[in-house]
């Protein structure tokens, strides 16, 4: 293992935080091509607009502590929960482990010095900040905050009088982001691979980020062309979602859900790829069935194409597309199975350190199943008609994508933290943080499960007297959560300050990221690596290790 010292005695060695180039301060990020400060820039924004988004749903659930209005209207209620939904989807959970924990790993996992395309990589950045300022300016102007939802559903985008434009140019524009962030990918993944390393010996990050790559290359655009559409409609009334003017609403339904089904899959599968990271690391272990869960990723990607009419069981499509889609459904979750299996495998007979990242990993496998169990009760016909459009849905759609993702982020965060910014934080107050988070979320988001098979409908401001002794028990659990992610966020700020330094290898990870220092230089290698095994085989590690340095 390289002593930092060392190599900057030999006058190689300049992590990428003291580099002085051309531009100093503030205008030296904000001008960087270099991948591992623009991963840096994403991830500070991303937490940013993810407190911004936890204090509208907190809010949100303050209105629900009682049946009536207690501190918001209707009309307020409706725009919080649309610019929480618009904040948490496209500004934290689609970007936020590939663009943030992405950009930073992903060429310095397969041996490279940077993304393929720098300056586009840069560009990317640009376009996220301006779009998700533009969605929070939207709060602020023209008739007030977009009460239509986050899925924006015509026809009654078309004719709110609320701002529409300005929050669907903002999703526009944070889908070139998306696009050009997997073209760098793709790109970056085919071409500056270091040599020796095969596509079967890149690690399983790198592989869900590829997945994801390519949804988000023929996805995306699906979105921003029904964004266009849209926008044309409020203008012109050219009809083509508004049935008044012989437009169809169930064709934005369809166009809507081609792209934002598999974007259920952006967000989750690069998540899945940190857990296959982090599983092997603390079991002291191979990781078990790589070539089935680097398949299982592309499966995930292709069959998740083809399940959107899911989401419209209830909008009157014909009964032979109804159970193909519910057959689909069904499918899509056999590849997720290959993952959960393989990494439960990985940990038999282990000799597991159960450190922060892990527990955050046994928490995801916990949540993500109940998750992903109660997605066959919705992609089953018959139970989705009563759950449809009920807190069943919602509670659903958290477990996977908070319970999924965003804890997978925060796995990510205490796994690479060290790596990122050479400090080690205090593990006791992280697990404190972590547990009250667990008990907070099951308390708040399975009350959710209850309340659906109640009948207590989605997006409603107020609610029947029967439902409020389980809406303030899902209030305290928001509560309790909460304060385990202000916990958490406050030990890894304390940490950045004060913090032991960290060494290279804090864990024993055994990919290519662990053999330079932290943080890593700025060319991330001193010489570019050739790679003789997988990124998991530990009884090669130390050789791989000498051959780099």
Known sequence: MADNAAVAGNGNYVDFYNYKGKYSGIAGW????????????????????????????????????????????????????????????????????????????????????DVSFPKLNLTSWYLYTIGGLMAVVSLFVGGGPIDTGWTFYAPYSIRTGTEVILPLLAAFILGFSSILTGLNFVTTVHRLRAPGMSFFKMPLFVWSLYSTAWIQIIGTPVIGITIILVMLERAFGIGVFDPALGGDPILFQHLFWIYSHPAVYIMILPAMGVVSEIIPTFCRKTIFGYGAIAMSSLAIAFVGTLVWGHHMFTSGMSDEARWIYSFLTFIVALPSGVKIFNWVATMHKASIKPETPFLFVMAFIFLFSIGGLTGLVLGSLATDVHLHDTYFVVAHFHY???????????????????????????????????????????????????????????????????????????????????????????????????????????????????????????????KIPTVKYGPYEYEHYEEVVNNEH
């Open 30 to 113: 904000l001008l960087s091509v270099d991948h591992k400060r623009i991963g840096l820039m994403y991830l500070y924004s991303m937490v940013t607009f993810f407190l911004i988004g936890m204090t509208l749903g907190f809010f949100m659930r303050l209105e629900l502590w009682s049946t009536g209005q207690d501190i918001m209207g209707p009309q307020t209620y409706n725009a919080l929960f649309t610019l929480h939904g618009i904040i948490m989807i496209f500004l934290v959970i689609i970007p936020g482990i590939p663009a943030g924990f992405g950009n930073f790993f992903l060429p310095i996992q397969i041996g490279a010095e």
């Open 400 to 526: 996977v994508m908070f319970g999924g993702t965003i804890f997978i982020f925060f796995a990510g965060l205490h796994y690479w933290f060290p790596k990122m910014f050479g400090r080690m934080y205090n593990s006791k107050i992280a697990n404190t943080a972590l547990a009250l988070m667990v008990v907070g979320f099951n308390m708040l988001y399975f009350t959710f499960f209850i309340l659906g098979y109640l009948g207590m409908p989605r997006r409603y401001y107020d609610y029947l007297p029967e439902f409020q002794d389980l809406h303030r028990f899902a209030t305290v659990g928001s509560w309790v959560m909460i304060l385990g992610i202000i916990i958490m966020i406050v030990n890894l700020i304390v940490a950045l300050r004060k913090g032991d330094k960290a060494p290279a290898n804090p864990w024993g990870g055994m990919t290519l990221e662990w053999t330079v220092p932290s943080p890593p230089p700025l060319t991330n290698f001193t």
